[in-house]
């Protein structure tokens, strides 16, 4: 009989798999941005989801199918991180924090997200206070 549990992952691979996080994060913010300002330049508001998806929809083709996809992995995602938020222990409120952070842009948010959950093991394991003691105690 084979052992099947997951076998703990090393640390330096942990470090590179959050900085590749950070960094597509970072990445994402300063590919769409740009395109963000020009948009609001022309009376765009980036807290009105129907107009900034109806917008992009409107020229059809590539454009409409990438908006309409993002639309749906936005909707995925915010419903996800709500629920994955609590199943860790943190509660709704870090799951709204989130879900507001999405608004600068899912792919910034959801590799923060991974990041801050492979950042000690899983950071959000448990609660933050407890991640805070662990910290203090450490030094």
Known sequence: MTDTAPQPTSS????IR???????GA??????????FDWMGDAGNILNPVDFFGDAIAPGGTAAFLAIDM??????????????TQRIGLGVKWGVFFVALSYIGVSMAFPVY???LDL????FSGSIHAACCRFRYSL
Not at 27 to 36: E, F, G, I, S
Not at 71 to 84: C, E, H, N, T, Y
């Open 12 to 15: 330096l691979s942990k470090n």
């Open 27 to 36: 990445l994402a913010l300063v590919l769409t941005w740009p395109y963000a």
């Open 120 to 123: 000690s093991g899983q950071l």
């Open 18 to 24: 959050h900085a590749f996080y950070l960094i597509i």
């Open 114 to 116: 991974l990041s801050g």
């Open 71 to 84: 639309a749906i992995a936005w909707l995925v995602f915010m419903v996800w991180v709500v629920f994955d």
